[in-house]
């Protein structure tokens, strides 16, 4: 019988161990970058957009400004970054928005009857990492607010006071934004442009109305319509904050406001606006 040599060959099998050690360091680490730093940098990103939001907002209420105080039928387009997309090659989420034109949002009433009417431009952002976040050019002001939180006013109204000996007097400027029909809002991640032109201008009694029991401003931000109030009146006046609505009542002095509404046309799709 011939004598058979079994000859043991282990250099294969190592090389296979190798390369699955390789592969399971390789998903260790794609593991670690998904669940870890990816997070932290979509939260970055979100945090960013929201950034650019503020500024977008805060160049919209510019235009408007000037459009308003030149009174000049010339259209301008403002950008308005809705959302952000997700990351290549690894499983993020996009953050969306949506914005709107709304056209009754709450009102001004002087001793309980109703003088304006407020409108707003409207940003409601829904982040997947970040907390979500509204913006709000209401009034000629900035609102932003968080889900959890208190609104804030982060740009005022166009509000001037002048404190004399027995009176105070209240020039506000309430830019009345008109959406047209059916380019008044919008929704997704992309970006997209606001359209605004000037129409004419209201104004109130050239004598100003008094303020005899209390001016009450009904909106969904009290907080924020209530941090712009106190820094332009201080301690002159009484304030009064509830859940939709803030009121200032008359202390020593008389109070009379004199107001300016600026009709300005908006839209959020290609076309004319007439």
Same mark, same amino acid.
């Given at each position: 019988?011939?004598?058979?040599?079994?000859?043991?060959e282990?250099?294969?099998?190592?090389? *296979?161990?190798?390369? /699955?050690?390789?592969?399971? /360091?390789?998903?260790?680490?794609?593991?670690?970058?998904?669940?870890?730093?990816?997070?932290?940098?979509?939260?970055?990103?979100?945090a960013?957009?929201?950034?650019e939001?503020?500024?977008?907002?805060?160049?919209?209420?510019?235009?408007? $400004?000037?459009?308003?105080? =030149?009174?000049? $039928?010339?259209?301008?387009?403002?950008?308005? %970054? /809705?959302?952000?997309?997700?990351?290549?090659?690894?499983? =993020?989420?996009?953050?969306?928005?949506?914005?709107?034109?709304? $056209?009754?949002?709450?009102?001004?009433?002087?001793?309980?009857?109703?003088?304006? %009417? /407020? %409108?707003? &431009?409207?940003?409601?952002?829904?982040?997947?990492?970040? &907390?979500?976040?509204?913006?709000? +050019?209401?009034?000629?002001?900035?609102?932003?607010?968080?889900?959890?939180?208190?609104?804030?006013?982060?740009?005022?109204? #166009?509000?001037?006071?002048?404190?004399?000996t027995?009176?105070?007097?209240?020039?506000?400027?309430?830019?009345?934004?008109?959406?047209?029909?059916?380019?008044?809002? =919008?929704?997704?991640?992309?970006?997209?442009?606001?359209? =605004?032109?000037?129409?004419?201008? *209201?104004?109130? +009694?050239?004598?100003? &109305?008094?303020?005899?029991?209390?001016?009450n401003?009904? %909106? $969904? !931000?009290?907080?924020?319509?209530?941090?712009?109030?106190?820094?332009?009146?201080?301690?002159?006046?009484?304030?009064?904050?509830?859940?939709?609505?803030?009121?200032?009542?008359?202390?020593?002095?008389?109070?009379?406001?004199?107001? #300016?509404?600026? !009709?300005?046309?908006?839209?959020?799709?290609?076309?004319?606006?007439k």
């Amino acid at each position: 019988m011939k004598n058979r040599r079994f000859i043991k060959e282990k250099h294969a099998v190592a090389g *296979v161990i190798e390369a /699955l050690l390789l592969v399971g /360091l390789v998903a260790v680490v794609l593991s670690v970058v998904q669940l870890v730093y990816i997070p932290q940098v979509m939260e970055q990103r979100e945090a960013d957009h929201m950034d650019e939001v503020a500024n977008q907002f805060s160049f919209l209420k510019s235009i408007i $400004d000037l459009q308003s105080m =030149t009174q000049k $039928d010339i259209p301008i387009s403002s950008p308005i %970054t /809705l959302g952000s997309r997700e990351l290549p090659y690894f499983v =993020t989420a996009r953050a969306l928005g949506e914005l709107k034109i709304l $056209d009754n949002v709450g009102n001004i009433k002087v001793d309980f009857v109703s003088l304006i %009417t /407020l %409108t707003s &431009i409207n940003y409601e952002a829904f982040n997947s990492y970040f &907390i979500d976040q509204i913006y709000a +050019l209401e009034g000629g002001g900035i609102i932003v607010k968080q889900p959890d939180g208190d609104s804030v006013m982060r740009v005022d109204p #166009t509000i001037t006071v002048k404190n004399e000996t027995n009176n105070i007097k209240i020039n506000i400027t309430f830019p009345m934004v008109i959406g047209v029909s059916g380019k008044n809002s =919008t929704n997704g991640h992309g970006s997209c442009f606001i359209r =605004t032109n000037y129409s004419h201008t *209201v104004n109130g +009694l050239s004598s100003g &109305i008094k303020i005899n029991n209390n001016m009450n401003i009904t %909106t $969904d !931000y009290p907080n924020a319509w209530n941090e712009s109030l106190h820094s332009f009146l201080g301690n002159n006046v009484n304030y009064e904050k509830g859940s939709n609505y803030v009121k200032i009542t008359p202390k020593s002095k008389d109070i009379y406001l004199y107001y #300016t509404e600026i !009709y300005i046309y908006a839209q959020m799709s290609p076309g004319w606006i007439k």
